[in-house]
């Protein structure tokens, strides 16, 4: 089956509905702590477990997280109410979700992405989340399962919903969209971005249209998928399920896809012919949240530089295009301070940039640990051709192993600067030594050069700076 992004004659659509756990120290409506990876139902109380009598208590944080992200997502903060959607499943106790449903807290903002293209954010609403349940036996899925397990501890802990527009129109722009949204969520403290640990949870609304049409194509909802990269092949794969579908002379009904990480397909869960009717009524035990205008602008203006524009100021520190990879790494890892501690000029900001980007971000304890000092002499010994960018590579691999100065380092490494005399006597030797490749490479055998650069390099023991060699050569060459 070829990949709906490989089609000229169609276009995918694509939506998505990102829930976001928030990371309070308690659940939206009770005093029960909201932690991951506990001993299983030890951390519930009545409220969380729906027992009759119990009565929710809205927890001021999870507010203000929400109005955080509503905040970093240009949305409008309005005054919200709680609704009970009814529904049976054992992982709800109540029978019921509190969420918001007319008049979500958070309306019509939008997210730009890296490469600027802009989506739009229809709602980000407040709710509770579920409890998990484990379906034993039969590889995981609820059809084959011997028993159940339920966990309760996940159950009231607050979610963001994020609702985009659809906006989206590869899987390429949808990971990018995660992968944003993400770093925004991470960068206002309201959540920790886990995709792995659930906390970012996103479903994907896949349609498909011939290409120059305007009206929106019937889609389908698709769930059940743990990272970035299931997410880009589940949609290309639901793509090209509908395209086929059609071309075949069929039509796509609407129905909630189940992602199968193993086959690489999607799989029919259920129609919208057997939807619930929900029956949302509001809650009847929480007053409206009404947040004070005073509130809204403190939240606003408490709101940390959000990526967007912390990539804008690396690139612009630096040189580097806004949206490079490297200084994408750098403010998604959050480790811009670092730079910024070594960034005196535009040299030094550009090889901060990319020291961080290549080595410092492999290793995230030891970036941690990194004193800023020292990697900001680092980073001023190689901008300064002190140190070649090999010679500097290995320098931070042992401080960021061993600490130390690096100085200190790259003497006890041998790495002594070589002044720009040593290697033109190097150079002229390296020429000499091989005078029939040297004829070839003036003659303008290009492969020739990573021969004597090879050479170069073995003469000087790894010392030289391989870029200032390879000037030389040319220039001996005339040009
Ligand atoms: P519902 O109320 O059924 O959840 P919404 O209209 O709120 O439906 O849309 C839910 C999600 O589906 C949104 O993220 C939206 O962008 C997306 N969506 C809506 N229509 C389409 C479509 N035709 N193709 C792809 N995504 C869509
Ligand atoms: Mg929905
Ligand atoms: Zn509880």
Not at 22 to 46: D, H, M, V, W, Y
Not at 340 to 353: D, G, I, K
Not at 354 to 380: H, Q, Y
Not at 388 to 411: C, F, Y
Request: net charge negative; glycine share 8%; hydrophobic share 40%.
């Amino acid at each position: 089956m070829t990949t709906g992004e490989a089609r000229t004659d169609w276009e995918t659509v694509i939506g998505l509905e990102v829930h976001c756990e928030l990371r309070t120290q308690t659940k939206l409506f009770c005093a029960c702590r909201n932690s991951f990876g506990e001993e299983p139902n030890t951390n519930i109380c009545p409220v969380c477990l729906g027992l009759p009598g119990s009565l929710p208590v809205l927890n001021r944080t999870a507010v203000e997280y929400a109005m955080r992200i509503g905040t970093a997502l240009h949305c409008r903060i309005q005054a919200s109410q709680f609704h009970r959607k009814n529904y049976f499943y054992p992982d709800m106790p109540k029978d019921y979700q509190i969420s918001q449903y007319d008049v979500p807290i958070n309306a019509d903002g939008w997210l730009d992405l890296p490469s600027g293209q802009r989506v739009g954010i229809v709602r980000a609403h407040l709710e509770e989340d579920t409890g998990k349940t484990t379906h034993m036996g039969g590889g995981g899925r609820i059809h084959d399962a011997a028993h159940s397990l339920v966990d309760y501890n996940r159950s009231g802990v607050p979610l963001v919903e994020i609702v985009s527009a659809p906006d989206m129109r590869s899987a390429e722009e949808a990971r990018a969209y995660v992968d944003e949204l993400r770093a925004i969520l991470v960068a206002t403290g309201a959540s920790d971005g886990k995709m792995e640990e659930g906390s970012l949870r996103v479903d994907a609304n896949v349609s498909v249209r011939r290409r120059g049409e305007t009206a929106f194509g019937t889609r389908c909802e698709i769930k059940n998928m743990n990272s970035l990269r299931s997410l880009g092949r589940a949609i290309d794969y639901e793509a090209a399920r509908q395209i086929a579908l059609i071309e075949a002379g069929g039509a796509v009904t609407q129905e909630t896809r189940h992602w199968d990480e193993n086959a690489g397909r999607t799989g029919s869960m259920r129609s919208k012919e057997e939807a619930y009717d929900y029956r949302y009524f509001p809650e009847p035990d929480l007053v409206p949240v009404d947040p004070s205008p005073e509130w809204i602008a403190a939240v606003a203006a408490e709101l940390p530089r959000l990526p967007a524009e912390r990539r804008a100021a690396l690139a612009a520190a630096s040189g580097l295009p806004g949206d490079s990879e490297a200084v994408a790494t750098v403010v998604r890892l959050g480790l811009d301070d670092l730079v910024e501690a070594a960034a005196a000029s535009t040299a030094t900001a550009s090889v901060a940039v990319r020291r961080v980007a290549n080595e410092v971000a492999s290793d995230p304890e030891a970036a941690a640990r990194l004193d800023r000092v020292a990697f900001a002499r680092l980073v001023a010994m190689e901008a300064g051709g002190e140190l070649t960018s090999a010679q500097a590579r290995t320098v931070l691999k042992a401080i960021m192993d061993e600490g130390g100065d690096p100085a200190a380092v790259a003497a006890q490494l041998g790495f002594e600067a070589m002044d720009s005399g040593d290697l033109d006597r190097v150079v002229d030797e390296v020429i000499a030594g091989s005078p029939d490749e040297w004829a070839r490479f003036c003659a303008g055998e290009e492969k020739l050069q990573g021969l004597f650069i090879g050479a170069i390099k073995k003469a000087t023991e790894g010392k030289a700076d391989l870029k200032a060699a390879s000037t030389l050569l040319r220039a001996r060459r005339g040009g």
